[in-house]
């Protein structure tokens, strides 16, 4: 959503109304903070109402216990934008939670927008739906969707009355849309005592034509747990995929070179015989980077007999990896690496390698070491062992 300049008010408002229980669902937090992915529900719906296009006032209701906590979520969502965020504490009803927030509406505003936090995944376009059909016709709008089931009239014992004809019903969704000024006279006119199940009735019982606009299947309400895992399929397999890799590197140590480990030189240390310098850490990290992104391992990408690699830094391999692994479309999440070595003594040098590792791959890189009490190669002193692993998201 753009930033509306300080001297044009938005003609747009968006009421978004958080402030159930969430019985149903059952989990003892009010429903628009229970987590979904790991973020707020209420969260997930404020992505989709800043991205739609037109600068609007975002009016969040809350339940007074979760008023904090929805500025927090509204502050993270809106950003720059979130001069165009009010919060404000809803009622028992969900009527009554509409009417709060319609109380906090600039009277600058030409249309407003009702819509439940519960549809946390209605996409932006169903809105620039509603808000264009709105100023088009100057009626109440709602997003609706055509009834796939039969639909049956029944006793509250469960014997059938008879079926209803499919092709007037509509599944009824939100954000519902109304021109401000006309829906506030309907709200002031409502006869007490009367209730009504959604905002678009009040607009109707007021004598104001209500139609229709397609709506979304992602609009769906989350009201049961079954409805909170199929919004947790949609918001994973529509996120980023997460891949990891394995690398491990062996080599044995050659007093005539100098030692090169992680990317560092060390002095007074035996070195590592190899093509390269033998840095077995930044190779297991190659292996495991290159694993991870499906390219293979780092004799097959970056061959012994190339002259560009011959006693190349350590370095040199992890830059020109992270180059394959991002024109695969991944970026590194982190690097952890355990080097199993009688020498070097590893622990004074340790931030320095992890330092300069998160440097070259722009993501953390941890290393721990460890030596084998004697036993083994690594034990006997005849050379380093480094196993690596990798996390990567597209
Ligand atoms: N709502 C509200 N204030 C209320 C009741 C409901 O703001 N007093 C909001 C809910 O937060 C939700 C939307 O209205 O975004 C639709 O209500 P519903 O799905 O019934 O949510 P809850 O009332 O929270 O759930 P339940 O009925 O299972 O308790
Ligand atoms: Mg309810």
Not at 259 to 275: C, F, S, T, V
Not at 340 to 353: G, S
Request: aromatic fraction near 4%; glycine fraction near 10%; proline fraction near 6%.
């Amino acid at each position: 959503m753009s930033v509306p300049a300080a001297a044009e008010a938005p003609r747009l408002a968006i009421i978004v109304v958080a402030a159930g229980s969430g019985t149903r669902l059952g989990l003892g937090v009010p429903k628009a903070f229970v987590p979904l992915a790991g973020r707020p529900l209420l969260e997930h719906a404020l992505e989709r109402v800043f991205d739609q296009p037109e600068p609007a006032q975002v009016v969040v209701v809350a339940p007074a216990s979760h008023r904090a906590e929805a500025v927090a979520i509204g502050r993270r969502v809106a950003g720059i934008a979130a001069d165009a965020l009010t919060v404000v504490v809803g009622g028992d009803s969900r009527a009554a939670s509409v009417s709060a927030g319609l109380a906090a509406v600039a009277d600058t505003a030409d249309v407003v927008l009702i819509h439940d936090a519960a549809r946390a995944l209605t996409p932006a376009e169903v809105f620039t739906r509603v808000v264009q059909r709105v100023r088009a016709d100057r009626a109440g709008v709602i997003p609706a969707l055509a009834v796939v089931d039969t639909i049956a009239r029944r006793t509250p014992e469960g014997a059938v009355l008879g079926q209803v004809d499919r092709s007037e019903l509509a599944a009824v969704q939100t954000p519902q849309g109304f021109p401000l000024a006309a829906y506030r006279a309907a709200v002031a006119a409502i006869v007490p005592g009367v209730e009504h199940t959604d905002d678009a009735s009040v607009f109707a019982a007021a004598g104001h034509p209500v139609v229709t606009v397609e709506g979304d299947d992602r609009a769906f309400k989350v009201t049961t747990p079954w409805d909170l895992r199929r919004a947790e399929q949609l918001v994973r397999g529509a996120g980023p995929a997460l891949r990891t890799g394995i690398g491990i590197d062996v080599h044995a140590y050659d007093d005539a070179r100098p030692l090169w480990l992680g990317g560092l030189y060390w002095p007074d240390e035996p070195g590592l015989a190899g093509h390269s310098d033998g840095d077995a850490i930044s190779h297991a990290i190659c292996d495991a980077l290159l694993s991870a992104a499906g390219l293979g391992d780092i004799g097959s990408r970056f061959g012994v007999d190339d002259p560009r690699f011959a006693d190349a830094r350590g370095e040199v391999f992890l830059t020109a990896t992270l180059e394959l692994v991002r024109d695969a479309g991944f970026e590194v999440v982190n690097v952890a690496v355990q080097v199993v070595a009688k020498r070097p003594r590893f622990a004074a040098r340790r931030h320095e390698v992890e330092a300069l590792l998160t440097r070259l791959l722009g993501a953390p890189v941890s290393v721990a070491a460890t030596t084998t009490d004697g036993l083994g190669f690594t034990g006997r002193a005849e050379g380093v062992a480094a196993v690596a692993t990798a996390l990567l998201h597209s």
